[in-house]
């Protein structure tokens, strides 16, 4: 297969990794605050260890520390821009009845508010990831971009949980979580992989800037968003616990894809 290919082949299997994470809600019918807090707290540390040496570290190997850092503070200050949207996107959805719908029950309303929140970020941050991934292949830089893909579908099944209760809790059918959770990271990363992969051939080294940007809109969605909903509900000590478990888990992953 070219290195196109490839990168398709491998950022839709990263970003379907979404939605394994929204199996759970098969087994049970609903899952504590408890383990909520915990599978948040993990993506969150997934993602800022996958910023570092995944993003951070092989970017300002391949360029400048000043064209890493540009990045970090473009994507960082873009998602913070967009979120400052995210607040009115469920006004959208008041009207919105039936199956998972927004109804008169302020319960089902906010819960469907946090699922949509939640959700957006994701979604938000897997498209400079998948970004990242199709500037790495296009650079011929394929085991950086095997890396970040692995570092990425590790991440994403975190991910997928943590949007997949709240739509759960909704009223939404099972099958219907499974897919709008796989959907929200399927269909950005790869749609992201293409544009960026696309990208290389008018702009080359934009792999530091893109790394840089990647990273900056992940940290962002962990500070802004994952910790806060994370430390809620009590159970902030179960959150930071399982933070350092994602966040050393993906050193492990780190280190042994480089051995």
């Known amino acids: 297969m070219s ?20 199996l759970p809600v098969f087994v049970r019918t609903r899952v504590t605050h408890r383990t909520y807090d915990a599978a948040v707290g993990l993506a969150a540390g997934i993602m800022i260890s996958a910023s570092v040496f995944g993003l951070i570290i092989p970017g300002m190997e391949e360029g400048t520390l000043e064209a890493v850092i540009a990045g ?3 994507g960082g200050f873009s998602l913070l821009l967009a979120n400052r949207l995210l607040p009115h996107l469920h006004a959208r959805f008041n009207d919105w009845h039936g199956e998972g719908g927004a109804t008169d029950d302020p319960d089902r309303a906010s819960t469907l508010r946090r699922a ?11 498209a400079p990831e998948g970004l990242a991934i199709g500037v790495a292949f296009a650079s011929g830089l394929e085991e950086v971009a095997l890396l970040l893909a692995v570092v990425i579908a590790v991440q994403n099944v975190p991910d997928g ?13 099972n099958l219907r979580v499974v897919w709008y959770t796989t959907l929200s990271g399927l269909v950005p990363q790869v749609v992201a992989s293409v544009f960026g992969f696309g990208l290389v051939a008018v702009a080359t080294g934009i792999f530091p800037v893109a790394a840089g940007f990647a990273a900056g809109a992940m940290i962002a969605v962990v500070f802004r968003e994952m910790i806060p909903i994370s430390h ?11 933070f350092l478990v994602g966040f050393s888990l993906l050193v ?8």
Not at 4 to 14: G, S, Y
Not at 116 to 126: E, P
Not at 161 to 173: E, H, L, R, Y
Not at 232 to 242: E, I, Q, R, S, V
């Open 116 to 126: 949509l929140l939640v959700g957006t970020a994701i979604t938000l941050h897997n």
């Open 72 to 74: 970090v503070f473009v």
């Open 252 to 259: 492990v992953v780190n280190e042994g894809l480089s051995v």
């Open 161 to 173: 949980f943590a949007f997949a209760v709240p739509m759960s809790d909704t009223g939404m059918s």
């Open 232 to 242: 809620g509900h009590g159970y902030a000590d179960a959150a930071t616990a399982a």
């Open 3 to 22: 290195n196109f290919q490839t990168m398709l082949v491998v950022t839709t299997l990263t970003g379907a990794a979404t939605g394994l994470g929204a």
